[in-house]
T-cell receptor, first 111, second 115 residues
Framework: TQLLEQSPQFLSIQEGENLTVYCNSS?????LQWYRQEPGEGPVLLVT?????EVKKLKRLTFQFGDARKDSSLHITAAQPGDTGLYLC???????????FGQGTRLTINP | DTGVSQDPRHKITKRGQNVTFRCDPI?????LYWYRQTLGQGPEFLTY????????KSRLLSDRFSAERPKGSFSTLEIQRTEQGDSAMYLC?????????????FGPGTRLTVL
């Protein structure tokens, strides 16, 4: 059972454009993380969101946690080629320590 | 803080051989996790330790897989009688047990190829 659905799975856009990646679930999560992964490497943490409705900004990246703590989004403003990579959302279901991951969004920013 | 380290980074083995991977977590992190990631998918949970106690195992962890964390520091993951379907990236993560968040930090992974 895929608890976290990410969309889109693939996204290719031009440098300078904006984009949004979505992470949706029917389950409630106590926290949700966004990671970025390069080929052959482990996921690198970008942000953790904990409170429903929370918004966090990391330079050109904006992360939002849904009010009901069932969904999240990642918005990138003025995308750059260096943003290219695999973006993963992951959450801890209530009462669990393990992370459940979405299938990832493979983002390509073309110069 | 040197981060989570894993060894080896790459392992190529023949079907039927045993392999062992090592993970060194961030010092003072008391939780350690193992995940497996196949091509085009997100990581899938295998097992986790709180200190030296193995508290949860996924159904993905067949009898051929065993994990240990004998002194509550580093951990090993052994796969016996490897199969081609075991080919994947094996990721280790660690976290500090905090009641409000439990952010996991990942190592670089061990890429296993079973021929």
């Amino acid at each position: 059972t895929q608890l976290l659905e990410q969309s889109p799975q693939f996204l290719s856009i031009q440098e300078g454009e904006n984009l949004t990646v979505y992470c949706n679930s029917s389950s409630v999560f106590s926290s949700l993380q966004w990671y970025r992964q390069e080929p052959g490497e482990g996921p690198v943490l970008l942000v953790t969101v904990v409170t429903g409705g929370e918004v966090k900004k990391l330079k050109r990246l904006t992360f939002q946690f849904g009010d009901a703590r069932k969904d999240s989004s990642l918005h990138i403003t003025a995308a750059q080629p260096g943003d290219t990579g695999l973006y993963l959302c992951a959450g801890s279901p209530r009462g669990a320590q393990k992370l459940v991951f979405g299938q990832g969004t493979r983002l390509t920013i073309n110069p | 803080d040197t981060g989570v380290s894993q060894d080896p980074r790459h392992k190529i083995t023949k079907r039927g051989q045993n392999v062992t991977f090592r993970c060194d977590p961030i010092s003072e992190h008391n939780r350690l996790y193992w995940y497996r990631q196949t091509l085009g998918q997100g990581p899938e949970f295998l097992t986790y330790f709180q200190n030296e106690a193995q508290l949860e195992k996924s159904r993905l962890l067949s009898d051929r897989f065993s994990a240990e964390r004998p002194k509550g520091s580093f951990s090993t993951l052994e796969i016996q009688r490897t199969e081609q379907g075991d080919s994947a990236m094996y990721l280790c993560a660690s976290s500090l047990d905090e009641y409000s968040t439990d952010t996991q930090y990942f190592g670089p992974g061990t890429r296993l190829t079973v021929l």
